[in-house]
């Protein structure tokens, strides 16, 4: 009992040692934790099949002592007692027989019956081993050779024909024999105590290793409930808050705290990367945000130079059509003047006064054709500013569409630990499975784990679509921005080339005024010249017609030029479209 006893205390002392472990697997990984719960209870499996061993072999130890000593030596007692008597019985035959012959045989088998005591009394001397059976053994084989002598002498004087000496002289080896029979039946009871020893040693060996196992027994249950809690504390629960974490991230929701896990294995990592997850998130979310209004500003702003341009090309439209009234004017102007001609003698006074006229109507060509020219000026510079709003525009578009990027990169990190969460959570059920009733708690933890990993890469699904659909919309938003800078450019050009030619309409009308002029000097000339001047108003005609063509181009020039702005509002409305969509695509994230 006190080797069980010692036994039970270096079993209370492993699994205090295995416990201590468990309570420290909070830095070891999940694998290790529940390596190191499976450990604990193969070590005490191995206890109680240790124990049970160890007690068979003492049972069994003492069954064989039973079977192959106690048994054994009480069938040589038997044995013994058999061969004696027998002995006494051939003696008294011996004696009581007259035939030689038959006395002879009887001898023969008196001599073999004691040699079979000899050799039983040796096999028992040499069974025995306790003081006790040795000092009966040696009383029992004094009387028996106290006995023999008798025996020896009776035979003796049988054999010399004194039988009824003989007879008397057996009579006394009775009185020995007698005595030597309560020796065997001290040896028979001596054997019967050893082998009631060895019973009794084999019961208490059986309870002793009953009541080990249950003790055992009850400490594999206390393990696995402290397995259990510790589980469910260091695995179960971080996991549940993590996932609760992902759900309100996957809701919109990015005000929340972050999730505070003191593991350092796999489930601290996914916590602390759903934390940045988090804190990203809501960083991007705010940018775009900020990035929308400062958008959606310069757009406001875009929309009125577009609008103060549109006006400036709608009056550089109405002053072209002036000027192409004006030189249509000029050029029938021309040709009474060519006509005129013709009776130039006569109507030299009326010529004289149309010359005025003429001049007066070149004045105004020529003013108008200077505000043409300040317009088209004002009109470039706005184009100019335009390009430049658009180009910005562009460029915090552009920006954002790479901050979008980022987050591709983010989320194809946060599905690929999604990934290794879900092998996890495979491999932990086929250990699970592996370890049947005992693996049950497992299974349940590989399966929250499993539909942990479902749902996160569900999140990185949704938050892959709304970044795929920010980075449409960003890429459609550059290419239209691009187009509304192309067309500025072009209206720019076209403006430009519409200012050329007001500078030669101007030229032209001050060449006509310096010709009208000169004409008025040269009246007194016309008389002697009238087939000369004739040949000058043709001219005139001719010059008046180019101008008026000239004016009606820069008129189409302009309608173009305030189509194109037209075409540039209507891009930078879409614009305003994309961004509205764009803040109402994030403004499902709380913030």
């Given at each position: ?162 039988e009824q000496l003989a007879l ?175 009776d130039l003698n006569k109507l ?228 305003r479209s994309r961004l509205v ?11």
């Open positions: 009992m006190g080797k069980e006893r010692n036994r039970l205390e270096s079993v209370l002392k492993q699994t205090k040692g295995t416990m201590k472990k468990v309570m420290e697997a909070r830095k070891k990984s999940v694998g290790a934790k529940i390596a190191t719960g499976y450990a604990a209870l193969a070590l005490l499996v191995l206890l109680i099949g240790g124990t049970s061993l160890y007690q068979m072999y003492n049972m069994q130890k003492n069954t064989g002592n039973i079977v192959e000593k106690a048994i054994p030596a009480l069938n040589q007692v038997h044995d013994i007692n058999y061969y004696t008597e027998h002995i006494m019985a051939l003696s008294m035959q011996h004696i009581l027989n007259t035939d030689s012959a038959e006395k002879a045989k009887l001898e023969e088998q008196r001599a073999q019956a004691i040699r079979k005591v000899a050799d039983l009394m040796k096999l028992y001397r040499e069974s025995l081993d306790s003081d006790t059976g040795l000092e009966q053994l040696s009383a029992l084989s004094d009387k028996w050779n106290e006995y023999m002598t008798i025996n020896s002498q009776a035979i003796k004087l049988s054999d010399e024909g004194n008397e002289v057996s009579q006394k080896g009775i009185d020995a024999f007698n005595a030597m029979q309560i020796d065997l039946e001290a040896l028979v009871k001596h054997s019967q105590e050893d082998a009631e020893q060895d019973g009794r040693h084999s019961e208490d060996a059986f309870h002793a290793s009953l009541t080990i196992i249950s003790i055992i027994i009850l400490l594999v249950l206390l393990i696995i409930g402290l397995i259990n809690m510790v589980i469910r504390k260091t695995i179960i629960n971080p996991i549940k808050a993590v996932t609760a974490h992902l759900q309100r991230i996957a809701e919109g929701d990015l005000t929340s705290e972050d999730t505070l896990i003191r593991n350092e294995d796999e489930i601290g990592r996914l916590a602390k990367t759903a934390n940045d997850t988090n804190r990203t998130l809501l960083a991007i979310v705010s940018q775009i945000r900020n990035v929308s209004g400062i958008i959606a500003r310069q757009g406001d702003e875009l929309v009125r130079t577009v609008s103060g341009t549109k006006e400036g090309s709608s009056q550089i439209a109405v002053t072209m059509e002036e000027l192409a009234n004006a030189a249509g004017s000029q050029a029938e102007s021309a040709v009474e003047a060519s006509k005129a001609v013709e030299i006074s009326d010529f004289a006064g149309k010359g005025e006229e003429l001049r007066l109507h070149s004045d105004q060509v020529r003013t108008k054709g200077e505000r043409g020219r300040a317009l088209m000026e004002s009109s470039v510079a706005q184009m100019g500013q335009i390009a430049e709003v658009v180009s910005q525009s562009m460029d915090t578009v552009e920006e954002l569409n790479r901050k979008n990027e980022g987050i591709f990169r983010l989320v194809g990190s946060i599905r690929s630990i999604s990934e290794q969460t879900h092998l996890l959570a495979i491999n932990a059920a086929i250990e699970a499975a592996r370890a049947g009733d005992s693996g049950r708690g497992f299974a349940v933890v590989a399966q929250e784990v499993r539909k942990l990993s479902e749902d996160v890469q569900q999140t990185v699904s949704e938050i892959t679509s709304i970044t795929q659909g920010i980075q449409a919309d960003s890429r459609e938003m550059v290419e239209q921005l691009r187009e509304g800078v192309l067309k500025t450019e072009e209206g720019g050009r076209q403006i430009l080339e519409t200012g050329s030619a007001l500078a030669d309409i101007n030229r032209s009308v001050d060449v006509m005024a310096g010709t009208i002029d000169n004409m008025g000097g040269d009246i007194r000339k016309m008389a002697g010249a009238s087939e000369t001047m004739n040949e000058f108003s043709q001219h005139i005609s001719a010059l008046a017609q180019q101008s008026a063509a000239g004016v009606e181009e820069t008129s189409a020039s302009a309608n173009e030029q305030v189509q194109a702005t037209s075409e540039v509002a209507a891009g930078i409305g879409q614009l969509e764009l803040e109402e695509s994030v403004t499902r994230f709380r913030i």
